[in-house]
């Protein structure tokens, strides 16, 4: 008798075991912005749509794309949603993580990456994107999304890429306080951090990266501990994808000369961003980045990234896109 409940208390403490170890890879620590391109990640916490596949999510802030790579290759957070840059892409290079799915593009009509100047530069002659060739332009990082928008813009009008003084100032605060110093001459910066310096009058709005040369901006991403839990990496995707649809199709289906509309259907998905981004809903209806509907990623905008990363001297050789991607769960457009 004593030994049969002795053979169930065990069994119990197995699986008390077992749903204990279950219960902890539920737990993810997502690193992110607080910017509307990750707003997909924002609307999954808010309605339940995490917690109802079972994963327990922290969200950790960052105020740079490059410090969340980092904090994935290391494990300081489970999955990073952001932009990619050349460091993430090194990381991913040398196996510190891996891309598992797409979220934000710059591309036209949804507003993302603005070029800005400052009133100085602005009044001096800086009127246009093309007009930043020799000028003092304010970015995060070298080799950022922003250093590589500079490229397209290079590439697209003909001027050298070395003929823009790029000053790389680590944070979009700091790049901020920089244009409206008038320390800098331009910044390229995401639309919701340059709103209220917008609307300040402390910046000149030249236009979108999104229509001049569009591109796949931000992606999801993973350390391999997190990418070996299969289970739990399904169930992320799908919680993010079941938020990507709905805000695909509620806010962006409104979108109108860059602007969604505020109505009983958007009005409540919108106040989850602004929840998240420290905005009002009448700043966030101009941020509302284009994502696809189901997560996908932009595998040739990838590789040709790599490519110009590498010739620039920004991202290490020996990799591409192929190397890097999770296949077994990027959905490729």
Sequence with gaps: MFRYVN?????????????AAQADDAKLRIGVLRLSSSAPVFIAQDKGYFREAGLDIELKFFDAAQPIAVATATGDVD??????????YNLA???ALKIIA??????PGFPLIGYFASNK???????????????RVAMTQVGSSFHYSVGLLADKYGFKLSDVKIVPLQSMSNMSAAIKGEAVDAALMPVSVARKLMEEGSVKHLGWVGDETPWQVTGVFAGPKTLANTAVVTRLLASLQRAE??????????????NAAIDEKTKPLLEIIGKYTNLPVEQVV????????????????????????????FADPGYDAAAIIAKDYVKPD
Aim: aromatic share 6%; proline share 2%; glycine share 12%.
């Design 93 to 95: 290079g040398k196996g």
């Design 102 to 107: 797409g979220m934000s593009r710059d591309r």
């Design 245 to 258: 649809r709905e805000y695909h199709d509620v806010v962006l289906a409104s979108v109108k000369d860059g």
């Design 7 to 19: 053979l169930v208390l065990a069994a119990l403490l197995s699986l008390a075991s077992i749903s």
């Design 79 to 88: 999955v990073g949603v952001t932009a990619f840059t050349a460091g993430l």
């Design 286 to 313: 101009g941020n509302c980045a284009y994502i696809d509907p189901d997560g996908k990623l932009d595998v040739k905008n990838i590789d040709s990234q790599i490519k110009w990363l590498q010739a620039q001297g």
């Design 121 to 135: 530069a602005y009044e001096a002659g800086l009127k246009t994107p093309k007009d930043i060739a020799g000028k």
